[in-house]
């Protein structure tokens, strides 16, 4: 199923699990330049800043006596080592198969740049920082071109 989209066309991510990478409000950042206006010199790459939301539908329940406590962080890939660093983290909300996470990833996107990102979400079961203290409920790989690509800027995966 697909979650309401305001006339926006705000992406959203839903979970399996599918999830999916609702984008917009793109704000050109720097000058946006055509194949010959590229200056390697200047070093004034041209990218534009996407807001990336995310919802989950019919997670796994891990939790025995009620419903999980779902959060998603983002990790993005360097470009020379390929090292997933973490890019940030969305709320937890509480008891939930099928979180609208509310916090938003802002990031830029370099059209002629690769840019990976994963989505990792867990079921949160303690105050505790520490992910591996938390249930893993699964991942979504993808790039942000797809995201920024995709029909209505939203991406609808499956959670692995």
Same mark, same amino acid.
């Given at each position: 199923?697909?979650?309401? $989209?305001?006339?926006?066309?705000?992406?959203?991510?839903?979970? +399996?699990?599918?999830?999916?990478?609702?984008? +917009?409000?793109?704000?050109?950042?720097?000058?946006?330049?055509?194949?010959?206006? *590229?200056?390697? @010199?200047?070093?004034?790459?041209?990218? &534009?800043? @996407?807001? !990336? =939301?995310?919802?989950?539908? %019919?997670?796994?329940?891990?939790?025995?006596?009620?419903?999980?406590?779902?959060?998603?962080?983002?990790?993005?890939?360097?470009?020379?080592?390929?090292?997933?660093?973490?890019?940030?983290? &969305?709320? /937890? !909300?509480? %008891?939930?198969? %099928?979180?609208?996470? @509310?916090?938003? *990833? !802002?990031?830029?996107?370099?059209?002629?740049?690769?840019?990976?990102?994963?989505?990792?979400?867990?079921?949160?079961?303690?105050?505790? +920082? %520490?992910?591996?203290?938390?249930? *893993?409920?699964?991942?979504? *790989?993808?790039? $942000?071109?797809?995201? /920024?690509? =995709?029909?209505?800027?939203?991406?609808?995966?499956? @959670?692995?």
């Amino acid at each position: 199923e697909y979650m309401g $989209l305001s006339p926006r066309l705000w992406p959203h991510m839903f979970g +399996p699990e599918k999830l999916l990478g609702q984008l +917009p409000k793109l704000e050109r950042y720097g000058n946006m330049a055509s194949v010959g206006d *590229f200056n390697p @010199v200047s070093a004034n790459v041209p990218a &534009t800043r @996407v807001e !990336i =939301s995310v919802s989950c539908r %019919n997670l796994l329940d891990r939790d025995t006596f009620s419903k999980s406590d779902p959060i998603c962080v983002l990790y993005t890939q360097g470009m020379g080592n390929k090292e997933w660093r973490e890019f940030g983290r &969305t709320e /937890v !909300i509480d %008891n939930t198969l %099928n979180p609208d996470f @509310v916090r938003k *990833f !802002i990031m830029d996107y370099f059209f002629e740049e690769r840019q990976n990102l994963r989505f990792d979400l867990y079921d949160v079961d303690s105050k505790s +920082p %520490n992910l591996s203290k938390h249930d *893993f409920l699964g991942q979504v *790989f993808c790039t $942000l071109g797809e995201i /920024v690509g =995709s029909q209505g800027s939203r991406l609808e995966k499956p @959670v692995m």
